[in-house]
């Protein structure tokens, strides 16, 4: 009993020392320029800039300078890809997977090639990458079937402005500066979209930060929008009656035209 007592004695001596003895880790401060994104009718697109410091122990940064990795997402969102086929000279749907949890945006930037950076393990991870995005497939299906249509997916998003990948983009000075500016395109959707930096060095990553970036339609945008939410049913009648409404009066403008002329 003396000897495990004098052990556990011995311990609580020494694990205090050996714990100010570790290096303490460095540390992010990550901002954008933009905490609030606003769509209005007339908006097409925005750039945001995302920013920051890198604060190194005893404020000296280290002879090998580290790499950051910036990751914007938008909310995550259930989407159903479908594959189609052509069948006696017509397009019809075939194959078919649901996602449950794909980004509605992705956007990855780098101070260097994520390659270069970090092995495939710890881009998949922390899904560094768009071949490195956990989609969650609802479905049972087998790798390569699920792998043809994540690329799929990652095609039709990055057409249209909501996937991208830029290697070498992030600048950093002094080897504690850092920015990279990132575009958003016009067809986002509302809601909360975090912007992720990682701090990279050896192929492990050091620290990272978040913030967050609210993206919301404003004006008569946000009325329609919150009244569609709230009174889906009114909200379908009324766009069927205007479109009725439209169609009518595209008629009687027809008429009238060809009694003028004719």
Not at 2 to 29: E, F, K, M, S, Y
Not at 189 to 195: L, M, Q
Request: with cysteine; proline share 5%.
């Amino acid at each position: 009993m003396r000897l495990l007592a004098a052990l556990l004695a011995l311990i609580a001596l020494v694990l205090p020392g050996a714990a100010c003895a570790q290096p303490a880790a460095p540390q992010l401060v990550p901002d954008v320029s933009q905490r609030t994104v606003e769509i209005r009718f007339s908006f097409t697109g925005a750039e945001l800039l995302l920013f920051g410091a890198i604060l190194y122990p005893g404020g000296r940064a280290p002879e090998k300078p580290a790499d950051i990795i910036v990751v914007l997402k938008g909310p995550s969102q259930a989407i159903t890809m479908r594959e189609k086929r052509k069948i006696a000279g017509i397009w019809v749907n075939a194959d078919s997977i649901d996602f449950r949890s794909a980004p509605s945006f992705y956007a990855v930037a780098s101070s260097k090639p994520i390659d270069r950076l970090v092995d495939e393990r710890t881009a998949a991870i922390y899904e560094f990458g768009l071949d490195k995005l956990q989609l969650s497939p609802a479905s049972l299906s087998d790798t390569n079937e699920i792998g043809r249509f994540a690329k799929g997916l990652n095609d039709l998003k990055q057409r249209d402005g909501l996937y991208l990948e830029a290697p070498g983009s992030v600048e950093i000075t002094d080897g504690v500066l850092y920015r990279a500016r990132l575009p958003l395109s016009a067809r986002v959707v509302t809601g909360t979209y975090t912007a992720e930096t990682f701090l990279v060095q050896d192929g492990r990553v050091l620290a990272a930060a978040t913030r967050e970036i609210e993206v919301r339609k404003t004006g008569f945008e946000r009325l329609i929008g919150q009244f569609a939410e709230d009174h889906d049913i009114a909200y379908g009648l009324v766009a069927v009656v205007l479109a009725l409404a439209m169609g009518l009066f595209a008629g009687f403008v027809a008429g009238r035209v060809r009694g003028a002329f004719g």
